[in-house]
């Protein structure tokens, strides 16, 4: 397979999540919303792992598109309702205000749920998926966001808000189905539609699992240490509201040593697939997670 331009695919990405937002005859300003925080500066890291995935597989990442696209819709949605003064109660996200604060909160919470729904309309009239696979990935991508996913870690994740006894167990539960359920349906997804062999689908979830805990612990370190300018927000939101975090229970040292760890774990599962695969795209990305500074 060709190697794919990164910054081309984020470019395609951007020009068709705005064409998928289409203007609504009811002439609310409903979709400007749903478009501010579509455009607000995502790293676009979802879409393009299931892009990269799928040409890492021999599979014409054309046919991922639609699925890359619903899993950045997800994504914007999450953040939107994240922000929310009901949950962080955020000002600022990627550097400029955050949904609520520019078009108001109901029309947040609304911008949220049409992008979550409007995420299922994009896979559903795929034309380039079979519909056996079109299903899986509806099916995977409900799945991993919500209750059991995505929504059910927001869920512990709020529950267990000011609780300084939460475990590491319960830290890496929440992280797990929090972030980690969408960046394992990335992988997953492109799985499902290259039709991989079952020994391959376990390596790609185990690659993944390691993945999705390697970002949430760089989260935790950048929350810390990072430089403000660069990630477009507050650092030390996460002292400040008292919350659990890999730092917090391991020490910086430790939450180092636990990123590469699970780094180390990703490039096993990787190297598994090497005798079929060109793992290249996929090794660049653990390093690109191991060193990221937004
Ligand atoms: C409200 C249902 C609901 C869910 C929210 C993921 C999430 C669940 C909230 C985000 C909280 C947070 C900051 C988690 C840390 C990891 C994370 C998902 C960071 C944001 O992802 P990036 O860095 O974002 O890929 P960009 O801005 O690049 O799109």
Known sequence: ????????LIEQINTLLNERIEDSSLNT??????????????????????????????????????????????????????DLPAMDNDDYRRGKLTNH???GEWKAILAGDALLTKAFEVVANDKLL????????????????????????QTLDMESEEDSSVDLTTLEQIHR??????????????????????????????????LG?????????????????KLGKKVGSDLENNKSTYVSLLGKDGAEEKLEWHRNAAI????????HYDITPLLDIVELFYNRDH
């Open 1 to 8: 397979m060709s190697k794919l331009s990164t910054n081309e």
């Open 29 to 82: 300003n409903l979709e400007e919303s749903m478009r501010y925080s579509l455009n607000a500066g995502g790293k676009r890291i979802r879409p393009l792992l299931v892009l990269l995935t799928l040409n890492v597989l021999n599979e014409d990442y054309n046919k991922g598109i639609q699925t890359a696209l619903a899993l950045e819709m997800i994504h914007t949605y999450s953040l939107v309702h994240d």
């Open 101 to 103: 604060k520019v078009y």
């Open 130 to 153: 079979k519909p056996d696979v079109k299903v899986k990935v509806i099916s995977r991508l409900a799945h991993a966001s919500g209750h059991l996913g995505m929504v059910g870690g």
């Open 177 to 210: 189905a929090k972030t980690g359920a969408l960046l394992q349906f990335a992988i997953l997804s492109a799985a499902d539609i290259a039709e991989v062999s079952d020994s391959i689908s376990t390596a790609l979830e185990k690659f993944s699992d390691n």
């Open 213 to 229: 805990l390697m970002f949430q612990i760089k989260d935790d370190l950048l929350d810390i240490y990072g430089d403000e300018q």
């Open 268 to 275: 096993e599962a990787l190297n598994s697939l090497k005798t």
